[in-house]
């Protein structure tokens, strides 16, 4: 089955920016979606389709998606950010949803 | 807006069965795919499984065949079925809906233990 790769972690320090990767195999030709969670609460989608922000979510946040590797980038971080950052994928090959392992971002 | 909420047991006993429900609220759940995705306790989020409008399902391969996930339209809600509970089955059960497989409503999460 196909498999996400994150860092477990990434620390920033507050107004620069943190890069979160997400490797797989050709992941560029797949729509790659970012979720957010805050501690205690239940994940928020930040970037679907790879690119695109839902409503309501800052133009902070920015995703990209080539080759193996997608990323989301936080631009001028803030001390809100720190949460653990999740990417998701649709399997195709098998119709299955499939989780990156999570990168908690650190805001120092 | 599309509101979930989970509802079910807090507390299960091993070998025995969970059923969760999810009740939506602020829409029809005659569209959307409508999932269920759990989280043990410090790790990260796993997929169950979705049911779609239509009726069809599919089920993450990883996980045994002990799951199953339902549709009730006339309730407006979906559920979850898990048989033969173990303590690795302790988690925060979230539900979950997307106009495609991603996850734009999530609800709040119900913690379930499963202990004696």
């Known amino acids: 089955s196909y498999v996400l790769t994150q860092a477990p972690s990434v620390s920033v320090a507050p107004r620069q920016t943190a890069r979160i990767t997400c490797g797989g195999n050709i992941i560029g030709t797949k729509s790659v979606h970012w979720y957010q969670q805050r501690p205690g609460q239940a994940p928020v989608l930040v970037v679907y389709d790879s690119t695109d922000r839902p409503s309501g979510i800052p133009e902070r946040f920015s995703g990209s998606n080539s080759g193996n590797t997608a990323t989301l980038t936080i631009s001028t971080v803030e001390d809100g950010d720190e949460a653990d950052y999740y990417c998701?994928?649709?399997?195709?090959?098998?119709?299955?949803?499939?989780f990156g392992g999570g990168t908690k971002l650190t805001v120092l | 807006q599309l509101q979930l909420q989970e509802s079910g047991p807090g507390l299960v006993k091993p070998s025995e069965t969970l059923s969760l429900t999810c009740t939506v609220s602020g829409g029809s759940i005659s569209s959307y795919y409508w999932s269920w995705i759990r989280q043990a306790p410090g790790k990260g989020l796993e997929w169950i499984g979705y049911i779609y409008y239509s009726g069809n399902t599919n089920y993450n391969p990883s996980l045994k065949s002990r799951f199953t996930v339902s549709l009730d339209t006339s309730k407006n809600h979906f559920s979850l079925n898990l048989t033969s509970v173990t303590t690795a089955d302790t988690a925060i059960y979230y539900c979950?809906?997307?106009?495609?497989?991603?996850?734009?409503?999530w609800g709040q999460g119900i913690l379930v233990t499963v202990s004696s």
């Open positions: 979950a809906a997307g106009t495609s497989l991603l996850f734009d409503y």
């Open positions: 998701q994928v649709w399997d195709s090959s098998g119709d299955f949803v499939v």
